[in-house]
């Protein structure tokens, strides 16, 4: 049906019918597809994308291959990343997916739709018709939209999303992202030749032939050779070349252009794109265009039929021959004065060069140019007729004109408009006025060059300046002549210019001259005449016509221009490249005027679409010519309407952009398939080498990304009603132009003139192993001596001779690259020793290959062998299979005949076989002693040894494996950082070391993982990770016998332990060492993976079905929850516990703070649904209550240490949490807890008798810390003095705490003490901070009374359902001791709260508010803390970070419109990319960058002072963060607000905390970082709470999406 609809098309446009709809007036560029004359059909023809909907609908076969999905991740504002801005997918042969994903709740997914000009729906493509995919509103799942792929092309897609509430302007509700690329690959199909090489990899006697099969080619098993079609003569004589070429192991030919030439004969200047020449005919062929079509259409199919050849053509869209006819009925068709006026100029230039031309001789200047002096001579007579025309006047303004019509003006009765702002022009001189109207646009056409005298100023507006400007003056006369001043001042610079582009123009006619008459590489042109002037003619004259103006006639001829913008065109304005003579021109090509589309050149669009639908008819392929000055939006529509007819339409281009940036901007919008590189770019053996492994290695020996980074999954049918399928998912990592790699293209120096003629066989060899497309050109096989002239040469190719040149062995290598491809030798190594390249091309799977030797030729003469070192092949035997040295007699050229091209003798002469040398279980290949340059060898090779299922091995039982391991184990699985490892095993094992990478941060799974995400992802073998497991197989030891010492301890972990050895054990026996990185990786990864599914199944739905940021977050529940042996939650045993933060408090006395747990159980524990960790944690510490405080440093509960004032009610209101949230929680209220210290509070060891002598509830814990705290709590601290705190003054060991019953709130602490999380002591002596809190925070901190009161409100409502045992607390309150009930209590608070705690917003109101005006430093805000003692009352109005968690524990203490307001000022003022400032950056404390090894003697920073006076330049906390995103959505929520809209906005701040977890080490959130989330030395790089606090805000979000 596709051919029948072609030759259809092809019928229309040969009667002359436009094969293009009517022209649509849109802003894109659209060409419609042809209507042609088709039978009628009562169903249209499906195209591939209705038959890919087909095939999603449909059930899966048995046996079916799983579907290929490939996974396109986005950035956060939906655009792709800078490598994947260019995808480059695989031909469809059956149809797959294409994933595009998102995070959740990023910019990009707030009501995004994704859109995509794929045809996603069905029908055909159309690029100006998109389709929406609406993204899902989650924010707990992944987002995935699977598009499914079924046609080739260039397709474009970006996401439309809604503007952030905060950053929205009246201008722009909704924003377009980025717009992102994928070029799908063609289908290419031609008949399939048998093997080149036998079983025993012996050439084969019937290798290469012709087969009745046909065979799917990938772009990579393309070999082209390009032929100059008129050097074969007319098509009847063609079988034999085709055939040769077919014999030579090509399966593509690359055609010059086959159209109508122009009268130079060159193949690129044509003169009719819609007949073929005459001379592809027999002699005086008077067939009609559409036999001609006909011919060529059958001839292409024989060579593709018979031979296997598919066709490839040039097609020229930015020119057209000189004198095709139809540029006299259609000039508009190029640039001329008519449609271009700045050329006119540049036409009289031209114009004045042509005349002088031809009449140089008769003026008796040198026509023939001998020398130097006679360029001069030429070019001082040129430059007086140059300044004869009076360039000037298209540049300037016409002064006397002008003051003549300013005169008029002024003496004429009308009057004169006022100018707009007269006081600000009177006074102002000659030269101000001048810029002044340069500046506004008040002087028109400048540098329009469309006529002489077309700049000007009106003379009304310069009229009313003048009279402005001299307002004492009215004489006309006087303010004519002050009007000329003005206009000289204009003119002084457009002087310049002319002057300037004058002389530029001169001195390139000059530089062209000497090139092409005098220098010794150029052409040496004849006499200068008129048709052969002194350079190249710019313009082409049409003939007089009468329907038509001269302006018309003289058009633009196309040309280049060293380091042009490819996205300007230089014939357009601003560009003066015409006028400056500064292109390169061809003066047989017109060039042609697209403009914007096709209402700007109708019958243009219309001609150029029908020409390349025609050649779609009949060719596989195009090669763009002049591709990078080709109008990029004339390429996309050209090629659209081209794939119209022949969808799987291959493509190719040489771009000459200058950037690789610049190639892909060209390559992902035209839907280029291949760019064309060329091995004769290099200058060295070195830098060929590099060509080679940058374009053609393929995949490096021992790839990584394939094995580890593909994953099975069950995959849901992309189009509604499909059945699922099962299928392997792939990460795109973005893509780089397919390379089309040439050893030479056929418009290039020989290798003679380059090189060496011998150098073509080692240079072609190495070609043809390249993993892509590779080329060549009929000359370059025949050893041609020099390149050949398109235009002059008329000889004949010689006839047939397979053995020509190094046309044997182009043979063997061709076949033998296509069918490397087709079996998957996908890897590859390149490797370059002195003039000695070698590749070795691998099939991964089988691990069999073919190495190729050669010997370089880059210099003329030499025969000698040359050095290069055995070479050596570990584990892998080999055997010759053939080779050849070449020997060329002599580089004189051939005595020319008169009908043929022939090329240098020579003779290719065998290398005997021989066996490499054996040495045990590898090969040493050693070069023969005559070996000289130009030759080349190849060994077939296969590794021994190694099983064809060690991938599936490495891989199998992991699951089982894994199995059953609890949290515990999984820490020793994928954690334990140095400290922890090495305090678990008494010292004997630490973090592994990596030579030239360093000390791993984990001994676990993720320790490794670290560096092999990069290094699987980028096939990054180089990596000091893979140098070291090449020299040995110490890492794999390490791995499992770190796990075996600890069984005794981890008995589950035996299992995981056991499967590695037997997988690294079989790897250190059959891996040869270049291979171990690959599989080391594969297992790790394995066993990574297979540890993490284990975590997930332990976890709660929120986090099995939630996002990758949400299953790392609850990652570090595991990281931070272990076994070490100095650390414990019970004094007598070795229990895990929870560490504050890796890696400063990985063990000991440091490693497990009540405060840090009670604020990180939550969000570790409860909501991933480790409860039964939470649990222990919770009893531990309640056995630890002692003057109705629990410890912060737990010491294992043997020497806790009592000075935390907030650490018991993090406690209770974790125990408030777990009865809320853990199954059957509200049990461990009657959960008995033996106490560790007697009832008198006195401190005991951990083993006396006293201790651990009673047992209380956990009930009864919290009604003991209510009543200590209500009856009032003071202590000086056990064994206080430097023993206990070496900082601490006297003083601050005191612990004093009471309750203000006028309002409930809880006071306590000193101006020694720090009793909140803000706990930094001050350190230095020098500067006199020794002794003094940095944040002492003595009163009422906001976040304490929050959590008071939250507990009160629980307690009350439990004791109110008879669930809780007590009613209140005994309490002297004015002078009486009675029973406060606890909603007595609650409700003292909230009544007193936001009177005592809220800063009004307007002044007006503080009357109604405990506030003192002159302290208040920032407004509508919440006091960080109420009653600081007398001398400090500033400090309560501090604006820091703790605010928001009071608002999430008792939300009901604060009006909600203040809370919101609050929230706004600290979203703009504290947050900041991974945590909250802690104070104002107004603040008066504000301090730089934490820096606690600082002893200088500034006492506001020494010994980091300033750990929580954070602002603009930090520390930023963690922490803090997570409570104030929870508040906000919570009082939001609370306020009506759009919660989608507060989602997405709170979404995005955790966009750099999502980076950081990805990306870093240590695979968690930082305690804190220093400005702007910049790195700080001093901080755990993972803390608890960091981790903790998001978790919280994402189980919060997970509870209020819609189920």
Avoid at 199 to 211: E, K, L, P, Q, W
Avoid at 391 to 404: A, G, H, M, N
Avoid at 754 to 764: F, H, V, W
Avoid at 1083 to 1112: H, L, N, P, W
Wanted: glycine fraction near 8%.
């Amino acid at each position: 049906m596709a051919a029948h609809k072609a030759k259809e098309a092809v019928n229309a446009i040969i009667h002359g019918h436009s094969p293009v709809a009517a022209i649509k007036n849109t802003p894109k560029v659209v060409i419609p597809s042809p209507e042609v004359a088709m039978a009628s059909s009562a169903t249209a023809p499906k195209t591939p994308a209705d038959e890919a909907i087909d095939f999603f609908r449909s059930s899966p076969s048995a046996g079916e291959e799983p579907l290929q999905v490939y996974e396109l991740k986005l950035e956060e504002d939906g655009g792709p990343n800078k490598d994947r801005a260019y995808t480059r997918l695989p031909p469809p042969y059956r149809p797959y997916v294409l994933r595009v994903t998102l995070d959740a709740g990023t910019p990009a997914s707030k009501n995004g739709i994704f859109y995509t000009n794929f045809p996603l729906d069905g029908g055909k493509f159309d690029r100006g018709k998109f389709v929406e995919r609406k993204l899902p509103s989650i924010f707990s799942k992944p987002i995935k939209i699977d598009l499914p792929i079924s046609q080739a092309g260039a397709f474009v897609y970006w996401i439309e999303y809604d503007a952030s509430t905060s950053s929205l302007d009246a201008s722009s509700k909704r924003i377009k992202g980025r717009e992102g690329y994928f070029n799908v690959d063609p289908i290419l199909r031609t008949k399939k030749r048998s093997a080149i090489l036998d079983a025993n990899d012996h050439i084969a006697s019937t290798g290469g032939t012709v087969t009745s099969e046909y065979v799917q080619v990938p772009l990579d098993g393309l070999t082209v050779i390009t032929v100059v079609s008129k050097w074969m003569g007319p098509m009847f004589d063609w079988g034999p070349y085709l055939q040769q070429a077919s014999k030579r192991g090509y399966n593509m030919i690359h055609y010059t252009p086959l159209q109508v030439r122009g009268e130079s004969k060159s193949p690129y200047s044509i003169a009719d794109q819609l007949g073929f020449d005459a001379e592809l005919f027999e002699s005086n062929w008077k067939g009609t265009k559409e036999e001609g079509v006909k011919r060529v259409e059958k001839m292409m199919k024989v060579a593709k039929e018979e031979y296997g050849l598919m066709s490839l053509i040039d097609v020229v869209l930015n020119h057209t021959a000189n004198n095709s006819s139809w540029l006299v009925d259609h000039p508009e068709a190029g640039f001329s004065p008519a449609n271009s006026p700045h050329l006119t100029p540049a036409v009289e230039l031209d114009t004045c060069i042509m005349s002088f031309s031809a009449d140089a001789e008769t003026k008796g200047l040198p026509s023939i140019v001998k020398s130097a002096d006679d360029v001069d001579v030429l070019m001082k007579a040129l430059t007086e007729d140059v300044k004869n025309l009076k360039l000037w006047q298209y540049y300037v303004v016409d002064t006397e004109k002008s003051v003549s019509d300013v005169k008029t003006v002024l003496k004429a009765s009308t009057p004169i408009d006022a100018w707009s702002d007269a006081s600000s022009v009177s006074g102002m001189d000659v030269v101000q006025l001048a810029n002044l109207l340069k500046s506004t646009g008040k002087v028109d056409n400048l540098s329009a060059f469309a006529s002489r005298g077309c700049v000007a100023v009106k003379p009304k507006v310069a009229a009313s300046l003048i009279k402005a400007a001299f307002a004492h003056e009215s004489d006309p006369e006087k303010l004519g002549e002050a009007w000329r001043k003005v206009v000289d001042v204009i003119n002084v610079d457009l002087y310049k210019e002319w002057e300037e582009d004058t002389n530029v123009a001169l001195e390139n006619v000059k530089s062209r001259l000497t090139y092409t008459r005098l220098d010794e590489h150029g052409p040496r042109m004849g006499p200068i005449t008129g048709k052969l002037p002194l350079v190249e003619t710019y313009f082409t004259r049409l003939p007089p016509s009468t329907k038509h103006k001269d302006s018309e006639l003289s058009l633009a001829n196309n040309g280049w221009i060293w380091a042009a913008d490819p996205l300007k065109n230089f014939a357009q304005q601003p560009s003066k490249a015409y006028l400056r003579r500064e292109v390169i021109v061809w003066g047989d090509c017109v060039k042609l005027r697209y403009g914007d589309g096709p209402k700007s050149n109708p019958w243009l669009w219309s001609h150029m679409t029908a020409y390349v639908q025609l050649l779609a008819s009949m060719f596989d392929g195009f090669r763009i010519d002049n591709c990078h000055s080709t109008p990029l939006h004339v390429g996309v529509a050209m090629l659209d309407a081209a794939r119209v007819v022949r969808p799987d339409l291959y493509v190719v281009a040489e771009l000459f952009t200058g950037s690789e940036e610049m190639d892909l901007h060209f390559v992902s919008r035209l839907g280029v398939n291949s760019l064309i590189r060329e091995s004769y770019n290099a200058w060295d053996p070195k830098e060929h080498s590099r060509l080679l492994y940058r374009f053609g290695l393929g995949k490096p020996i021992g790839s990584m990304d394939a094995a580890c980074l593909t994953s099975p999954e069950d995959i849901e049918s992309p189009v509604p009603g499909g059945p699922s399928r099962p299928g392997l998912v792939t990460p795109l990592q973005g893509s780089v132009p397919h390379a089309l790699l040439f050893d030479l293209t056929h418009d290039n120096e020989s290798p003679l003139s380059k090189r060496s003629a011998e150098d073509a066989l080692s240079t072609g060899a190495l070609a043809t192993f390249a993993f892509c497309g590779v080329g060549s050109n009929k000359g370059f096989d025949e050893l041609f001596p020099k390149i050949l002239d398109l235009v002059g040469e008329e000889r004949k190719y010689d006839l047939p001779n397979g053995d020509a040149g190094i046309a044997k062995m182009k043979a063997l290598l061709n076949h033998l690259h296509t069918e490397m491809v087709l079996e998957g030798f996908s890897e590859g190594h390149v490797h370059q020793e002195n003039d000695y390249i070698v590749m070795h091309r691998v099939q991964p799977a089988t691990q069999k290959g073919y190495l190729l030797v050669t010997h370089t030729a880059f210099h003329k003469g030499s025969k000698d062998r040359g050095h290069i070192d055995p070479i050596k092949l570990v584990r892998t035997k080999a055997h010759f299979v053939f080779g050849a040295s070449i020997d060329i007699p002599s580089y004189d050229a051939p005595s020319p005949a008169p009908t043929t091209l022939l090329g240098l003798k020579s003779t290719l002469t065998p290398i005997p076989a021989f066996a490499p040398k054996n040495e045990g279980t590898d090969t040493e290949i050693i070069v023969p002693e005559y070996f000289p340059p130009g030759s080349v060898m190849v060994f077939a090779t296969q590794m021994e040894g190694m099983d064809k299922n060690l991938d599936k091995f490495s891989k199998a039982g992991v699951d089982e494996a894994f199995a059953g391991l609890d949290w515990v184990d999984l820490n020793v699985m994928l954690f334990r950082s140095d400290g922890e490892e090495k305090d678990a095993t008494g010292g004997a094992i630490g973090t592994y070391n990596v030579p030239g990478h360093g000390q791993l941060v984990y001994c676990g799974l993720e320790g490794w993982m670290a560096p092999l995400r990069s290094i699987m992802k980028y096939n990054d073998l180089g990596h000091s990770l893979c140098g070291h497991l090449r020299e040995g197989t110490w890492a794999l030891d390490y791995v499992h016998s770190r796990l075996e010492s600890q069984t005794e301890t981890f008995p589950r972990i035996a299992k995981p332990a056991a499967w590695l050895k037997e997988r690294f054990d079989k790897i250190k026996a059959t891996v040869p060492s270049f291979l171990r990185p690959k599989y080391f990786a594969v297992v790790i990864y394995e066993a990574y993976k297979a540890a993490r599914r284990a975590a997930m199944e332990q976890c709660v739905d929120f986090v099995t079905s939630g996002t990758t940021f949400t299953q790392d977050l609850a990652l570090c529940s595991i990281q931070m929850y272990g076994r070490v042996s100095s650390a414990s939650l019970d004094p007598g045993t070795v229990e895990p516990c929870l560490a504050a933060g890796l890696p400063h408090f990985a063990s000991g006395w440091a490693r497990t703070w009540g405060r840090d747990v009670f604020i990180s159980l939550r969000g570790l524990f409860l909501t991933t649904g480790n409860f039964d960790a939470a649990k222990k944690h919770i009893l531990a510490f309640s056995s630890t209550l002692k003057h109705g405080l629990i410890p912060n440093l737990l010491d294992s509960i043997r020497s806790p240490r009592y000075n935390s004032r907030d650490s018991p009610w993090w406690m209770l209101q974790n125990i408030q949490d777990y009865v809320v949230m853990a199954p059957n929680g509200l049990s461990i209220l009657s959960e008995p807890v033996k106490r560790r210290f007697p009832k008198d509070d006195s401190f005991v060891p951990w083993d006396d008798p006293r201790a651990y002598s009673y047992s209380s509830t956990v009930a009864e814990v919290i009604q003991e810390i209510l009543q200590r705290h209500a009856s009032g709590i003071h202590f000086r601290e056990y064994n206080a003095g430097p023993n206990l705190d070496m900082q601490m003054s006297e003083a601050g060991f005191n612990i004093d705490i009471d309750v203000d019953w006028k309002t409930g709130f809880i006071l306590g602490g000193n101006a020694q003490n720090c009793g909140t999380w803000m706990d930094k002591m001050g350190e230095s002596t020098k500067a006199g901070n020794k002794g003094v809190p940095g944040t002492p925070r003595d009163g009422a901190p906001v976040e304490i009374i929050g959590l008071l009161k939250s507990t009160l409100r629980w307690v009350d409502h439990l004791a109110s359902k008879d669930k809780f045992p007590f009613k209140g607390v005994e309490a002297e309150v004015d002078g009486k001791k009675r029973l406060v009930t606890y909603k007595e209590w609650n409700d003292l608070i909230q009544a007193s709260f936001e009177k005592h705690f809220y800063v009004p917003l307007e002044p007006a109101s503080d009357a109604e508010y405990a506030v003192n005006p002159a302290l208040i430093n920032r407004r509508g805000i919440y006091k960080d803390v109420y009653g600081t003692p007398k001398g400090r009352e500033w400090s309560d109005y501090q604006l820091r970070c703790n605010f928001p968690i009071a608002m999430i524990v008792a939300p009901e203490m604060f009006d909600p419109r203040h809370a919101l307001g609050a929230l706004k000022i600290a979203d703009e003022v504290l947050k900041a990319p991974l945590g909250m400032k802690t104070l104002d950056p107004n603040d008066a404390q504000y301090r730089g960058d934490y820096d606690n090894s600082n002893d200088s003697g500034d006492a506001s920073v020494a010994k980091g002072w300033n750990y929580h006076q954070a602002s603009r330049f930090g520390p930023e906390w963690g922490w803090p963060l997570g409570y104030f995103l929870r508040a906000y959505l919570l009082f939001d929520k609370i306020a009506g607000k759009d919660v989608d809209g507060t989602l997405h906005h709170l979404h995005t701040a955790l966009i750099p905390a999502r980076r950081y977890i990805q990306e870093d080490a240590w695979a968690g959130i930082p305690e804190l970082t220093n400005q702007n989330g910049a790195y700080c030395n001093d901080s755990c790089r993972t803390q608890a709470w960091s981790s903790s606090t998001i978790l919280d805000f994402l189980d919060d979000v997970h509870k209020v999406q819609p189920k």
